[in-house]
């Protein structure tokens, strides 16, 4: 291999590289309506659901494999809380 020809394809790469918009987000499951999530997004628009409760419980991951289906802390986000509840 003759020296320089990694570099003159990564430069072609670059090159050629397009940024499209991503037209496909695949679905969360339960975090994208959860209360208890923090949404949070990479500069190169990567995006990460935080879960909250993993500060307070440590049966709770703290980046949840996505799509989370099942998950015994969800609160739909438009649900009134329960202010009896609540210390």
Do not use: H, W
């Amino acid at each position: 291999m003759v020296e320089g020809s990694a570099r003159a394809r990564r430069r072609l790469f670059r090159a050629l590289k397009v940024d499209a918009p991503r037209t496909y987000t695949p679905p969360a499951g339960l975090c994208e309506s959860c209360r208890n999530v923090k949404v949070v997004e990479t500069r190169k628009g990567s995006r990460f659901y935080l879960c909250t409760l993993s500060d307070v419980d440590p049966r709770f991951p703290k980046y949840p494999r996505i799509p989370v289906l099942r998950c015994l802390g969800y609160v739909p986000a438009d649900q009134e809380i329960d202010r009896e509840m609540v210390p």
